[in-house]
C-alpha cells in the first residue's frame, strides 16, 4: 500500500485506523489530502468511515497527540499513521501497525571505519555487549524520582521456548517516533534536530557532578544496536512512555532484512505495533513463548523499556551459563561507582542514605529448565575489582588534571599497605599475572626495583562520564611514577598502589564504550595542569613533592613491623583517661617483635621508666578491633610486678620499653632475693605440756597447754615485723589463734584470740580447758597484718600452722530409756533401747561388768541378750501373767545399770494376751440332735496360752459339716473380743428317709497353732413341703410341665387352665391351705387370687407379642425352712402378615448428584413386628417406591431367600437443596416411610462469603487493613455448602504484594470454612488482584478475583522536600539562606502538624556520610507562625562555616526513636569573604641584622610568603594583582637614622599576582645607617589599585646593631624570646578555654537544675510528690504503674462503632461521619445516631477534588461530602444559647434537662472541620429526658422562637414543624442499629494519666541530664586543680619572668605592649580562632594532663613552624620545603 508525495501538487497520504469501538475492522484505510487543509483532511475521514457531520470524535497520532487546525500542518507528514478515537484517552481496543523508516544516518558512512566494535582484547567481549544495552537503561532512567530499576533476564528454559536475553528498564519509555529515531543507526543524541521528536531533542549537557556520573552515557546511535545483533539474530524493542495508554512495540531481525532484500523491498521500513498494555495475542511462535509472561508484566507500569534479543548465539548461551560468576563481577565492576556512588563499594562505612546513586538496581536473572532461578544484585557483590582496591586500600590521594578546553580529569590513587606477610594489592583475574615478570633495563644510577603487589600491572583505570572504559589504562605518570633514585620510602611502595581516572565526556570513546580516543595524550601533554584536592578543594602546590610526602606516610604508618599472636579477645581498658581510648583493645598472648618471641609468663625487665621494673607478661595490648594475627608498628604490655608477694601491683608500659638484652637468669636473681626477705614460717612450743599433736584424738574436757609462738624468714631469722623501714608501725605482725569446730551445718569459730610480740617476750596464748563439744576440730595459728588483720601480703598468703584434733565422749554417768515399740503381749519378746551419757550429755560406751536388770510386780521376766553398740539394746525381754481381759493390764517395769551415779529407771508398760493357742466351745456334749432344716449354733471363746481370752484381726472361726451334699459352713468373727455364737443356716439333707449323723469340725484356719474341736450332730427327717408340680389341662387331661420346658406358642394369645401340687420330704401331697398359699408367687404376673391358690389353680399367661421375646413363667414357695421353684419358657410364633418394614443397612447421609452407598432391607411384618418367614420370590413384583425428585435409572430390587428379605439399591435424587428426602415403600395394602439426608456434593468452587459486589475495587491504604475478614467457602457445583474439612487454601497474588501476617498454612474447618483473618496489603499504588484457590482431589478450585485499589499512606513520610536560593553565594561567616521544608507523605502531600523539634539540620566539612564524622553540627528549625505556610519549616539565619572548603547539609526527620528520614545531600562551597589582612603564610623567626659587609648578617628576610586573607584567615583575592612596598620606621615614631635597603633605597616593590607575593633575599644597604641595638618595623604596604577597601600593610619587627659580634649573641636571644612567646601563647589559650568550657558547664547545670525544679513542681499540681532520694529508681517505678494504667483502661470494653471508615488515601480525607464523633451517654448515642442514621456512612472530604476522587473510585455509590462546599454562614453558632434563654435569664423553667445535641459530642482530631460537618447535619437538635418534657419544652419556645427539632433520651423525636409518634420518630433498640452507632470516647482518666506520663517521661530525661551536666561540673573542677595544672600555672608565671628579662636585655619592646607593631601578636598565632567550637574546647582540656605537649622542646617546635605552612587553608595545613 505503498504511496508517496506529490511534489507537483503537495498531496499527502495517511494511513488511518478506527478505534472507537471494541469491535472494529483491523485494517487500516489509505487516504490522500493536501499538505495544508485540515478541512480537506477532516472530510475525507468522514467519507472513507461513514461519519455523519454531528458524531463526535478525534483523530491523534500514535502518540496521542490530537490533530486540529491549528497543529495540522505541523505535525502532518506523508505516510504517517493516525488513530481515530472517541476521545484522546481512550483504551485502544486492539493492536495497530505503524509504518517506520529506519534508513541509516550519514554517520554511517563518516564514522565507519573509527574503531572496530569487539576488539576482543584476550578477553570474551560478551559482557561489555550486555553493558551497551544497559548503558541505554541507565540513561533512560535518569530522571525517575525513585528506585531506577533495569533487570537483565537470561531466558534459558527450553519449556518456554528457544534462548533469548532481556533487558528491562522503569525508566520514561519512548513513543513511537522516539522507536522510529532509535532504529536509525548513527542517529546521535547529537545529531538529531529539534524537529525530530526525541527524548534527547534540543540536548543540553548535563551539571557537573561528582566522578561525573551524570548517566548520560547512551550516545551515539549504534552501541545498542550492534549489541543486540553480537548477542542473536533479532532484537525486540517494547516500550510504553508515562502518562501514555498505549504500549509500541518493534521488532528487527536478520531473517526479516534478508527475506526485504530477497523480494527486493526495502530493507530500512517495517512497523511498529501500537497495541494496549498486557496484549500478547500477537504471539504465536512456540519459540516465543516466554514473550506471554513478560508482557503479562507490563499491566500497572507507568512506564518502560524491554529489549527482548532472540536466535542467542550457542556459544553465548554456553557462556552465560557456565562462567555467570565471572561476567556479572565484571558487570559490577564496569558500573562500580552507579551502583554504590562517588565513594564506592566501602564495606566498613555505614549504610548509605537513600540518594541518586544508591537508587539503581541492577538485577540479574538466570531461568533455566528443571532449576532453581539465579538472581543477583549487582550492589550484592563484594569481590568485583573496584570493592577490592577500595577495601583493601588504606589511604588514598586526590588530584585533578585540567587539560585544554573543559575537559576534567578526577583522580584518586590508593595505597595498599604491606601487612608483614603479605601485600595486600588485590588479584586481578582478568590481568595475565601469571606471566613471568621480566626485569627492566635500568640506567646505571637506578636501583633494581623489586615487583611485588601492582607488578606490572597499569596503576590507573578509566572511567568515562562513571562508566568503565575495559580497554584503556594509563600505566603511570611522571610525577608518581619511580624515581631514578632512592627517595623518601623504599622502591616496593611504589608498586602497592592503584588508581582511578574519572573523565567528563569531553574525551573521545569509542562508538561502543571499549577504548579512549585521546585519553592518555591529553594528560601527558605539557600544559595539563595537576593539583591536589583536600576535602574537596584544590590545592596549589607541587604535585610530584605532595605525592612523595603521602607515599612516605602511607609507609610509616601503614606498613606493618610486629607480629601480634595468639589473639585473646576485645576489652575495653578502663584505666585509659580518655573514654574514646579505652574500647576497643585486643589483647594477645605473644609477639614476635625483632627476632624474638615474647609470650605471657616470661619473665622481663624494663629500660627508660622512672623506676626499673621486674615483671611477669600477662598480656598484650594492641588499639583497634582485631581478630587474630595482626602485624602493627607498636602496642602495649601489661607486667605483674615481681616478686609479687613484695608488689601486687600491674603495670602498663610500651613495647618499646621492654629490655631486649636482658636475661632471665638475672631477673629470677633479683626475684629471688627479694623474696628471702618475707616470712616463710611459725616455730610453736608447748612450755607446760598438754601438748597437741596433729590428728589426735582427745576426751571431751581435757586440758590443751599454753602455746609459745615465733615467726621465721627462709633465712631461719625471728621476726616481729615486715622488711623494710618504709612500712613503718603499720606493718607490724601478729599471731591469730583460732579453734574451728566442724560441724554438718558449717565450721563454727568457738575460740578466737590475737597475740603481739612484746619485745622481750614470745607470741604466747594461755591453755584451753573449756573444750568439750564432740567433733573434729582444727587450731589454727595464723600470721596477720597489724591493724588491717590481713592474712596475704601482696596477694601472697602469710604463715600459718594447723592442728587438726577430734573430741569423743568421756565415761558413762546415767542413762536414760528410749522409745519402746508397743504392743507388748504375753509370750511375745520386744526390746528395751537405752541411752548412756557422759557428763556432759554425749553418748557413752557400756563396759562389759555391767549387766542390766529386770522387775515387774504379778510378772515373770526375762531376756535373751544386750547389744553393746552406742545404742545399747536389752533384746528378747518375755513377760507372762494373767491379765483382766483381752484389752490388757498396766505394770512398772524397773530397769537397773549398777554401778552408774543415776543406776535405776522406771517404766510404765500395758501387757496385752498372747497369740491364741486354743478353743473352748459349749454346748460340751459331743452329740446334738436336730431336725432336718433346722440351724445349730455353739458358744465360742479364744485363749492364750496361759489362759486368757485374746482377740487379733482377722480373728474368724469356722465349722464346717460333713456327711451329706450340700452342707452349710458356719463362721464368726472373734477379733474384737474373743468369744462370739457361732450359727448359721439350717442344715438340710435332700431326700432324707430315715435319721442321719452328720459331723461338725470347729477350727480357726488363720491360727494353724490352735487345733480344732469336733462334734457329732444326728439329723431327723422333716414333714415340712419338698416338692413342687405344674400342670396344664386340656379338657379332662392333665399333662405334666416339668421343669425348664419349652412351650412354642402364637405371639400375643393367652395360656390357660395351669394348676400346680406340693408335696413333703417322703412325697406326701399337702393340702394347700390359705397360710401356705400366701406364700406361693409366680413371676408373670403380680396379681394371684388366693381362692384359686388353694384350688391349685395358677393364673393365665400373656403370650409376648415379639418372637425375639421369649417368656420365663416361674413358680415360687417360700418359708422359713425351705424354698421350692418351677418354671418353664414360653415362645411366641408370628402371627398373619399385617406390616411393611424397612431398615436402612449404613448411613442414611446421601451425598447429591451420588447414589446411597447403603442398602436398604424390606421385610413383612404381623400385627406386632414379626417377620413374616414363609413369603415367595414373587413377593418382589409387590413391593413399589416413590419420593420427590427420586432418580430411578439405578433403582433395583432384590430377593434375600436365607433371610426371607427384599434389598433396594441404586437409591439417587436429582439435583436440588440439600435437606431430608422422605422415600414411600408400599407392599399391597401396606406402607412405610423412611428419611434420608441428602447433603451437599463434593467441592467443585469457592466463594467469598460477606464480599458482596466483587466486580469493584476494594479501597485500602498501603499497609493498613482490609475492610473486613476473608472468609472462603467450599462449595458443590450446584452453590451449595460442603461441609469437607482439612481442604488447603492457598492466596494468590503478585510479588510486588506483601501481606501480613504471611507464610501461614489455611485449611477448611469442619464446615469447609477458612477464615484467614483481616490481611495487612503492602503494595504500590494502584489497581492489584488477590485470588483464593483450593486444592481438592488434584484439583484447583478457583475463587472469585478481589481487585485492591490500593491508596497511599498520607501519613507515611517518605521524602524531604528542601527549597531554598540555588544561586545564592555562600562566603565564610556570613549566613545561610532560608531553607524551607517540608514532609512529603506517601501521597505526595505535605504532612502538616509535625511537631518542629522532630526536624534538624546538620551540616559537616566534606562529602562523606556524616555518620562517619564527629565534627558535625545540628541545629533545629523556625516553625513560622502564618498559618499559610503550616507544614513548611524554616531554618533561617544560620551562620555558614568560618573556614572554605566543601560542606554538606543534610536535613533529617525523626520518624521515631529508631527510623530517621534524611534529605538528599546538599553539597555546598563556602567561599572566602572580602580581602581584609596581608598575613604570612608561616610565621617568620624576628630577624637580627647588622650593617657588617657579610650579607647573611644583612639579610632581613630570606623567604616569605605573604597572603591577602579574608577576617577568618582564608586565602582570597586570587584575582587581585598589584605591588607590595617595603620600607623601614622606627618603633618610636622617630625617622632619624632608619636603615636602608640593599642600593641605598628607601623602599623595595614586589610584584602581587593573584593575591600571593613571593619576598626572597630582602638585604640592608653595607655599612646602612641605623641606630645600635634598637628595634624597628619592616613594613609592607599592598598597592592593590582593583581593591577599593584599604588593606592593613604587614609588620615585622627586627633588631639592628652596627656590631657583628653583637648581632650574633643577639640571635641566640632573640630565637629564644620567640619560643617563649609561642609556649606562654599556648599556655594563655589553653587556660583560656578551661575557664571558658567551666562556665559554660556551669549555665548549663544552672539550666537543668531550673528546668528540674519546673517540671518537680508541675508533677506536684498532679498530686505527685516525689521522694529525697531515689528518685530516679521512684520515676521509673511510678512511670511502669501508671503506663500499666493506662493500658489498662484501653483494654476496658466500651462502645464503638462498626462501620468500616473509608480509607484515608490522602489527607484531605477526614474519614466518614460515624467515626468523627464519640458520645459518652449510651442513650444519647443511641438517639443521636438514629437521627443521622443517613449521613452515618457519609465520607467527608477537604475539598471537592477529593470527593470526586472517591466519587469516580466507589464509580458513585459512596456518599460523600467536602467541607470547601458548605455554605458556613447559615451553620448555627457553636456557642450560642438554648432558645428558651434570652439575655442570659431563662424565659420558662424547662423539664427534662434540655442541651445541645452538638455539645454532647467529643472529636478526637480535626476539631474545627468536625464542628462544621455537625453544624450542617445535626444544626441546633436539642436532647431532653423524655417526650413529656419534650413536648412541653416545645410548647413553650414556640412562644418565643422558633423550636428546633427535639430528640429524647427515650428514643423519641418530635420534628422542627411539630410532627412526633410513629416508627418513624421512635428509635429502636440499640442492637437493631446493626453497629451504625457513635463510639464511646475514652474516660477521662485515660487522659489525666497521659498527662502525667508526659511529665514524668519530661521529668526522667531532665534528671539524667541534671547527674550528667553535675558530674561532668565535678570532673572539670577536679582537673582544674590537679598537682600537673598547678604545675602549669607556674611555668606559666616563670616562662612570662623570662620573657620579659629577655627582652629587656635586646631592647625590644614588650610582647602585646607595642602600640607600633600591632599586627605582631595576631600574627604569631595565625591559628587562634574566635570562639572554638564546645568539642573542640573539651579536646584541649583533655590536653592538660600532658606535660609534653607543652613543654616540648622549644626549639623543636619552633622547627616545625618553620617547615609546616599552618594557614589555615580550606582547614588543611600546606607543606613547604624549607
Not at 643577639?1610 to 575557664?1635: C, E, G, P, W
Request: proline share 5%; aromatic share 8%; with cysteine.
Amino acid at each position: 500500500m505503498a504511496a508517496g508525495r506529490d511534489g507537483a501538487s503537495n498531496i499527502l497520504t495517511v494511513f488511518v485506523y478506527d478505534r472507537r469501538q471494541d469491535v472494529s475492522d483491523d485494517s487500516e484505510k489509505s487516504l490522500t489530502c493536501h499538505e495544508e487543509n485540515y478541512e480537506g483532511f477532516r472530510s475525507a475521514v468522514c467519507q472513507a468511515f461513514g461519519i455523519s457531520s454531528d458524531e463526535v470524535f478525534v483523530i491523534t497520532t500514535t502518540s496521542r497527540k490530537r490533530i486540529t487546525s491549528e497543529n495540522f500542518g505541523g505535525i502532518v507528514q506523508d505516510r504517517m499513521t493516525f488513530y481515530l478515537l472517541k476521545s484522546v484517552d481512550q483504551s485502544l481496543p486492539s493492536a495497530t501497525r505503524e509504518r517506520i523508516d529506519f534508513l541509516p544516518h550519514y554517520d554511517t558512512l563518516v564514522k565507519s571505519g573509527m574503531y572496530e566494535y569487539y576488539a576482543s582484547e584476550g578477553q570474551n567481549p560478551l559482557p561489555f555487549a550486555l553493558a551497551e544495552l544497559i548503558d541505554n537503561s541507565l540513561s533512560a532512567t535518569s530522571q525517575n524520582a525513585g528506585i531506577r530499576s533495569i533487570q537483565l533476564k537470561l531466558l534459558f528454559d527450553d519449556a518456554q521456548g528457544k534462548p533469548a536475553v532481556a533487558v528491562i528498564d522503569n525508566g520514561r519509555g519512548m513513543t513511537s517516533k522516539q522507536l522510529n529515531n532509535w532504529a536509525v543507526y548513527r542517529l546521535s543524541k547529537f545529531t538529531r534536530h529539534g524537529d525530530t521528536e526525541s527524548d534527547h531533542s534540543g540536548y543540553v549537557r548535563p551539571a557537573s557532578v561528582p566522578r561525573s556520573l551524570n548517566s548520560d552515557i547512551s550516545y551515539f546511535g549504534v552501541g545498542g544496536k550492534q549489541a543486540a545483533f553480537f548477542v542473536g539474530q533479532s532484537a525486540r524493542m517494547i516500550s510504553k512512555p508515562a502518562d501514555a495508554q498505549d504500549v509500541h512495540e518493534l521488532v528487527l531481525s536478520k531473517e526479516d532484512f534478508e527475506n526485504k532484500e530477497r523480494n527486493k523491498e526495502a530493507i530500512y521500513s517495517g512497523y511498529i505495533r501500537n497495541r494496549k498494555p498486557s496484549d500478547s495475542s500477537h504471539i504465536v511462535s512456540d519459540d516465543e513463548r516466554f514473550l506471554h509472561n513478560l508482557i503479562m508484566e507490563e499491566k500497572n507500569k507507568e512506564s518502560f523499556t524491554a529489549v527482548i534479543i532472540t536466535g542467542v548465539q550457542p556459544d553465548h548461551v554456553q557462556y552465560l551459563r557456565n562462567s555467570f560468576y565471572h561476567w556479572t563481577r565484571q558487570l559490577a565492576h564496569i558500573y562500580h561507582y552507579y551502583i554504590h556512588g562517588p565513594k564506592g563499594n566501602e564495606n566498613n562505612s555505614p549504610v548509605k542514605e537513600l540518594a541518586a546513586f544508591n537508587s539503581i538496581d541492577i538485577e540479574i536473572s538466570m531461568f533455566e529448565k528443571g532449576k532453581i532461578p539465579k538472581i543477583l544484585n549487582l550492589r550484592g557483590i563484594k569481590d568485583d575489582m573496584q570493592t577490592l582496591y577500595i577495601n583493601t586500600a588504606a589511604d588514598s590521594f586526590e588530584f585533578k588534571a585540567q587539560v585544554e578546553g573543559e575537559g576534567l580529569v578526577e583522580g584518586i590513587i590508593r595505597y595498599h599497605p604491606f601487612l608483614y606477610d603479605k601485600e595486600t594489592y588485590p588479584e586481578d583475574p582478568c590481568f595475565p599475572s601469571r606471566l613471568k615478570e621480566e626485569d627492566d633495563d635500568n640506567e646505571d644510577d637506578c636501583f633494581l626495583i623489586e615487583k611485588g603487589g601492582r607488578g606490572k600491572r597499569p596503576i590507573f583505570e578509566c572511567f568515562w562520564n562513571g562508566r568503565l572504559i575495559p580497554y584503556t589504562t594509563v600505566e603511570v605518570f611522571e610525577w608518581c611514577g619511580f624515581p631514578k633514585k632512592r627517595g623518601l620510602v623504599p622502591f616496593e611502595c611504589y608498586n602497592r598502589i592503584s588508581g582511578v581516572l574519572f573523565t567528563n565526556d569531553k574525551f573521545q570513546v569509542s562508538t561502543n564504550k571499549l577504548t579512549f580516543m585521546d585519553l592518555e595524550i591529553k594528560l601527558k601533554d605539557k600544559d595539563t595542569l595537576f593539583t591536589r584536592v583536600v576535602n574537596g578543594q584544590e590545592q596549589r602546590m607541587k604535585i610530584d613533592r605532595e605525592f612523595s610526602l603521602w607515599l612516605k606516610d602511607c609507609h610509616e604508618k601503614y606498613d606493618k613491623q610486629i607480629k601480634f599472636t595468639l589473639f585473646k579477645g576485645i576489652i575495653t581498658r578502663t584505666d585509659q583517661p580518655s573514654k574514646r581510648m579505652q574500647s576497643p583493645w585486643a589483647t594477645y598472648s605473644a609477639i614476635e617483635w625483632d627476632g624474638k618471641t615474647y609470650k605471657t609468663g616470661q619473665l622481663i625487665k624494663t629500660i627508660k621508666t622512672v623506676r626499673i621494673f621486674h615483671g611477669s607478661i600477662l598480656n598484650f595490648f594492641l588499639y583497634g578491633d582485631h581478630d587474630g594475627d595482626v602485624y602493627a608498628t607498636g602496642g602495649e604490655v601489661q607486667i605483674a610486678l615481681e616478686p609479687q608477694a613484695l608488689y601486687d601491683e600491674k603495670k602498663v608500659i610500651p613495647i618499646c620499653k621492654l629490655d631486649r638484652s636482658v636475661s632471665d637468669k638475672a631477673v629470677k636473681k633479683y626475684i629471688e632475693e627479694e623474696m628471702a626477705k618475707l616470712p616463710d614460717k611459725l616455730s610453736v612450743t608447748w612450755p607446760e605440756g598438754d601438748e597437741l599433736s596433729t590428728n589426735e584424738t582427745r576426751h571431751a574436757g581435757t586440758t590443751i597447754g599454753a602455746l609459745r609462738i615465733e615467726i621465721l624468714n627462709k633465712k631461719g631469722e625471728a621476726m616481729q615485723k615486715l622488711p623494710g623501714a618504709s612500712h613503718g608501725g603499720s606493718k607490724k605482725l601478729l599471731v591469730e589463734l583460732k579453734v574451728i569446730l566442724h560441724s554438718s551445718d558449717g565450721d563454727k569459730e568457738i575460740i578466737s584470740h590475737i597475740s603481739q610480740h612484746g619485745g622481750k617476750w614470745p607470741y604466747w596464748f594461755k591453755k584451753m580447758e573449756t573444750i568439750n563439744k564432740l567433733g573434729s576440730y582444727t587450731l589454727k595459728l595464723q600470721v596477720v597484718l597489724n591493724e588491717s588483720n590481713a592474712d596475704t601480703y601482696a596477694g601472697r598468703p602469710l604463715p600459718s600452722k594447723i592442728f587438726k584434733f577430734n573430741i569423743i565422749a568421756g565415761k558413762p554417768q546415767k542413762f536414760s530409756i528410749g522409745l519402746l515399740d508397743p504392743p507388748f503381749r504375753v509370750g511375745i519378746p520386744f526390746s528395751i533401747p537405752l541411752s548412756v551419757q557422759d557428763e556432759f550429755g554425749h553418748d557413752a560406751y557400756l563396759t562389759d561388768d555391767i549387766v542390766p536388770q529386770l522387775e515387774a510386780s504379778g510378772l515373770t521376766l526375762k531376756y535373751e541378750e544386750t547389744d553393746r553398740g552406742l545404742n545399747y539394746v536389752i533384746k528378747g525381754v518375755l513377760a507372762k501373767g494373767l491379765v483382766n481381759n483381752y484389752q490388757g493390764k498396766n505394770f512398772n517395769l524397773k530397769v537397773t545399770l549398777p554401778g552408774l551415779k543415776e543406776e535405776s529407771q522406771v517404766l510404765k508398760i500395758k501387757l496385752l494376751p498372747g497369740p491364741p493357742r486354743q478353743l473352748k466351745v459349749r454346748p460340751d456334749s459331743s452329740i446334738l440332735k436336730i431336725e432336718n432344716g433346722t440351724p445349730v449354733s455353739f458358744h465360742i471363746e479364744v485363749l492364750d496360752e496361759v489362759g486368757n481370752i485374746t482377740a487379733q484381726p482377722k480373728l474368724v472361726v469356722h465349722c464346717k459339716f460333713s456327711g451329706a451334699p450340700e452342707l452349710p459352713v458356719y463362721t464368726v468373727d472373734c477379733s474384737s473380743g474373743g468369744l462370739n455364737i457361732l450359727t448359721g443356716s439350717v442344715l438340710h439333707v435332700k431326700n432324707i428317709k430315715k435319721d442321719q449323723t452328720l459331723k461338725a469340725k470347729i477350727e480357726i484356719p488363720s491360727c494353724k497353732d490352735v487345733p480344732p474341736v469336733e462334734k457329732t450332730i444326728k439329723l431327723l427327717p422333716s414333714n415340712r413341703i419338698a416338692k413342687l408340680q405344674i400342670f396344664s389341662m386340656e379338657g379332662e387331661k392333665a399333662t405334666q410341665i416339668k421343669h425348664q420346658d419349652e412351650i412354642s406358642w402364637v405371639a400375643g394369645d393367652v395360656m390357660q387352665n395351669l394348676m400346680f401340687q406340693m408335696y413333703d420330704e417322703i412325697e406326701r401331697e399337702i393340702i394347700i391351705t390359705p397360710a401356705l398359699a400366701e406364700k406361693i408367687k409366680v413371676n408373670w404376673t403380680p396379681k394371684i387370687s388366693k381362692e384359686q391358690l388353694v384350688k391349685g389353680l395358677l393364673p393365665d399367661v400373656k403370650v409376648p407379642t415379639s418372637v425375639n421375646d421369649v417368656r420365663y413363667c416361674q413358680i415360687t414357695f417360700l418359708d422359713d425352712h425351705v424354698s421350692l421353684q418351677s418354671g418353664f419358657t414360653v415362645r411366641p410364633l408370628p402371627d398373619e402378615a399385617k406390616h411393611i418394614k424397612c431398615k436402612l443397612k449404613g448411613s442414611n447421609v446421601l451425598q447429591m448428584g451420588e447414589k446411597l452407598q447403603a442398602e436398604i432391607e424390606v421385610m413383612i411384618t404381623d400385627q406386632h413386628g414379626n417377620q413374616i418367614q414363609n413369603l415367595a420370590p414373587s413377593s418382589v413384583n409387590s413391593l413399589g417406591i416413590s419420593a420427590n425428585g427420586l432418580d430411578k435409572t439405578d433403582l433395583k430390587i432384590i430377593w434375600q431367600e436365607d433371610t426371607q428379605t427384599l434389598r433396594v439399591k441404586g437409591i439417587r435424587f436429582k439435583p436440588g437443596h440439600p435437606g431430608i428426602k422422605e422415600l414411600c415403600f408400599n407392599w399391597h395394602e401396606f406402607s412405610h416411610f423412611l428419611k434420608l439426608n441428602m447433603i451437599a456434593g463434593p467441592p467443585a468452587k469457592l466463594i467469598l462469603t460477606d464480599w458482596t459486589d466483587l466486580e469493584e475495587s476494594v479501597s485500602v491504604i498501603n499497609g493498613k487493613e482490609l475492610p473486613k475478614s476473608l472468609i472462603v467457602q467450599l462449595c458443590d457445583q450446584w452453590d451449595n455448602p460442603s461441609p469437607e474439612p482439612n481442604v488447603k487454601i492457598t492466596l494468590v497474588k503478585s510479588s510486588i504484594i506483601k501481606i501480613t501476617p504471611s507464610n501461614q498454612l489455611y485449611k477448611t474447618d469442619e464446615n469447609g470454612r477458612a477464615n484467614l483473618g483481616v490481611l495487612n496489603i503492602h503494595a504500590p499504588r494502584g489497581e492489584h488482584v488477590l485470588q483464593l484457590k483450593a486444592t481438592y482431589s488434584k484439583t484447583i478450585l478457583e475463587c472469585p478475583v478481589i481487585k485492591l485499589n490500593v491508596l497511599p499512606d498520607p501519613d507515611k513520610p517518605v521524602f524531604l522536600n528542601v527549597k531554598y536560593d540555588k544561586k545564592a553565594a555562600f562566603a565564610a561567616g556570613s549566613t545561610f539562606p532560608d531553607f524551607m521544608i517540608s514532609i512529603i507523605s506517601e501521597d505526595g502531600n505535605i504532612i502538616k502538624n509535625i511537631n518542629p523539634g522532630r526536624i534538624s539540620m546538620k551540616i559537616w566539612e566534606g562529602v562523606s556520610s556524616e555518620t562517619r564524622l564527629s565534627n558535625v553540627t545540628t541545629c533545629g528549625c523556625t516553625k513560622t507562625k502564618d498559618d499559610k505556610d503550616d507544614g513548611f519549616f524554616y531554618f533561617r539565619d544560620r551562620m555558614i562555616p568560618e573556614q572554605v572548603g566543601i560542606y554538606s547539609i543534610q536535613f533529617a526527620f525523626a520518624i521515631d526513636k529508631m527510623n530517621i528520614l534524611s534529605s538528599e545531600q546538599i553539597i555546598v562551597e563556602v567561599e572566602p569573604d572580602e580581602p581584609a589582612q596581608l598575613m604570612p603564610a608561616s610565621l617568620p623567626d624576628t630577624p637580627v641584622v647588622s650593617n657588617d659587609d657579610s650579607v647573611a648578617s644583612r639579610t632581613l628576610v630570606k623567604d616569605l610568603s605573604l597572603i591577602i586573607m579574608d577576617k577568618y584567615k582564608n586565602y582570597t583575592g586570587n584575582d587581585l594583582d598589584g605591588k607590595i612596598i617595603a620600607k623601614i620606621k622606627s618603633s618610636t615614631g622617630k625617622d632619624a637614622d632608619i636603615p636602608l635597603f640593599q642600593g641605598k633605597t628607601s623602599t623595595v616593590e614586589f610584584p602581587f599576582h593573584k593575591g600571593i607575593v613571593e619576598i626572597e633575599a630582602l638585604v640592608l644597604a653595607e655599612n646602612s645607617p641605623g641606630r645600635d641595638s634598637t628595634e624597628y618595623i619592616l613594613v609592607f604596604e599592598p598597592i592593590i589599585p582593583t581593591l577599593k577597601k584599604y588593606l592593613e600593610p604587614y609588620y615585622l619587627q627586627f633588631m639592628f646593631y652596627n656590631d657583628f659580634k653583637r648581632q650574633q649573641e643577639m640571635v641566640t636571644l632573640t630565637k629564644q624570646r620567640d619560643n617563649l612567646a609561642h609556649s606562654i601563647d599556648a599556655y594563655r589559650k589553653l587556660f583560656d578555654t578551661a575557664n571558658q568550657l567551666l562556665s559554660e558547664i556551669k549555665c548549663q547545670v544552672q539550666e537543668a537544675e531550673t528546668k528540674e525544679a519546673h517540671l518537680k513542681a508541675e508533677l506536684k499540681k498532679k498530686q505527685i510528690e516525689l521522694p529525697q532520694i531515689n528518685v530516679l529508681q521512684y520515676v521509673e517505678s511510678l512511670l511502669k504503674q501508671k503506663i500499666s494504667e493506662q493500658e489498662e483502661i484501653k483494654k476496658q470494653p466500651r462502645r464503638t462503632c462498626a462501620i468500616t471508615n473509608y480509607p484515608k488515601g490522602s489527607q484531605d480525607v477526614l474519614g466518614k461521619v460515624a467515626h468523627l464523633a464519640q458520645i459518652e451517654e449510651n442513650e444519647a448515642a443511641k438517639v443521636i445516631s438514629w437521627h443521622l442514621a443517613s449521613d452515618m456512612d457519609c465520607v467527608v472530604t477537604r475539598t471537592t477534588a477529593a470527593a470526586r476522587r472517591i466519587f469516580d473510585e466507589t464509580q458513585g455509590r459512596q456518599q460523600v461530602l467536602p467541607l470547601e462546599s458548605i455554605f458556613k454562614k447559615n451553620l448555627p453558632d457553636w456557642n450560642r444559647t438554648l432558645p428558651h434563654i434570652r439575655n442570659g435569664r431563662n424565659c420558662f423553667d424547662p423539664l427534662g434537662n434540655p442541651m445541645f445535641a452538638r455539645d454532647l459530642l467529643t472529636f478526637p482530631e480535626h476539631q474545627e472541620s468536625c464542628q462544621t460537618v455537625f453544624g450542617l447535619i445535626l444544626g441546633d437538635t436539642i436532647i431532653v429526658d423524655n417526650l413529656d418534657a419534650a413536648n412541653h419544652y416545645r410548647n413553650e419556645v414556640v412562644k418565643i422562637a422558633y423550636c428546633p427539632t427535639l430528640l429524647t433520651r427515650d428514643g423519641d423525636r418530635i420534628r422542627s414543624n411539630g410532627k412526633f409518634g410513629g416508627l418513624q420518630n421512635k428509635a429502636p433498640p440499640m442492637d437493631k442499629l446493626r453497629g451504625m452507632v457513635f463510639g464511646a470516647p475514652l474516660p477521662e482518666l485515660y487522659y489525666s494519666l497521659s498527662k502525667q506520663i508526659e511529665l514524668l517521661q519530661q521529668y526522667h530525661t531532665s534528671i539524667v541530664r541534671l547527674n550528667n551536666m553535675r558530674a561532668e561540673l565535678k570532673t572539670h573542677e577536679q582537673s582544674l586543680n590537679t598537682p600537673e595544672m598547678e604545675k602549669k600555672k607556674k611555668e606559666f608565671a616563670e616562662k612570662e619572668r623570662n620573657l620579659k628579662l629577655i627582652e629587656e636585655k635586646i631592647g625590644m619592646t614588650p610582647t602585646g605592649r607595642s602600640s607600633k607593631s600591632p599586627r605582631r601578636s595576631e600574627v604569631l598565632d595565625v591559628n587562634d580562632s574566635p570562639s572554638p567550637p564546645k568539642r573542640m574546647r573539651r579536646e584541649i582540656v583533655k590536653k592538660l594532663h600532658s606535660s609534653e605537649e607543652l613543654v616540648s622542646s622549644p626549639v623543636t617546635k619552633r622547627q616545625q613552624q618553620t617547615t609546616t605552612v599552618t594557614s589555615e587553608v580550606n582547614g588543611s595545613s600546606r607543606r613547604k620545603k624549607t
